[in-house]
């Protein structure tokens, strides 16, 4: 009887700790989103998502829907000036079939519609994966897990200057190498 209540404690305990962290993503988001510039990411991910184990790695469990942290994610950085999202999909993701894996067209299409017009990379799943350990050796990223249980359905957004554009960096460049 003593064992038991002690074992419905711990897992009170465990159930408390994963509600706080699911509860505090968005927090978690608001506190990191000033630091975090350009090469920093912020992967939205499915459930089967690995923990990963670099150090620059953080992993919260969100809880929450999928396309609804995607739209809080890109509502937080649209708001700051300092950063943009460079959005990445794997390039798996338009060949899941419904059969497969029912409700992924729907998710599809309800992904692009979040995404609108911006612009949208795709990589092969693994070549993203290694890109974030890459990146995890020298920046932060920032992964928040949903519960989403579709395959290759992970947002990565990959964090640019938002106030300094790729061609102004190339006329900058172009300028230095002009005036030596």
Not at 42 to 58: F, L, T
Not at 158 to 176: F, K, N, P, S, V
Request: contains cysteine.
């Amino acid at each position: 009887m003593w064992t038991h209540g002690i074992g419905l404690l711990a897992v009170a305990a465990a159930l408390a700790v994963a509600g706080c962290q699911a509860g505090n993503w968005r927090q978690k988001l608001s506190d990191e989103l000033p630091v975090l510039g350009h090469r920093n990411w912020i992967v939205i991910a499915d459930s089967a998502y690995p923990a990963q184990s670099r150090a620059g790695i953080e992993t919260l469990y969100t809880g929450a829907d999928q396309v609804a942290v995607v739209k809080a994610v890109l509502a937080a950085l649209d708001a700051s000036p300092h950063v943009r999202p460079v959005v990445h999909l794997d390039a798996e993701l338009p060949m899941v079939s419904d059969k497969d894996a029912p409700g992924i067209a729907a998710y599809r299409k309800e992904l692009a519609a979040v995404l609108g017009k911006r612009p949208v990379h795709s990589l092969p799943h693994e070549e993203i994966i290694a890109k974030l350990d890459k990146a995890g050796e020298g920046f932060r990223v920032l992964i928040l897990k949903t519960h989403m249980t579709l395959p290759y359905t992970s947002v990565f957004l990959e964090l640019d200057c938002g106030y300094w554009t790729a061609e102004a960096e190339q006329r900058l460049r172009d300028a230095i190498k002009a005036a030596k």
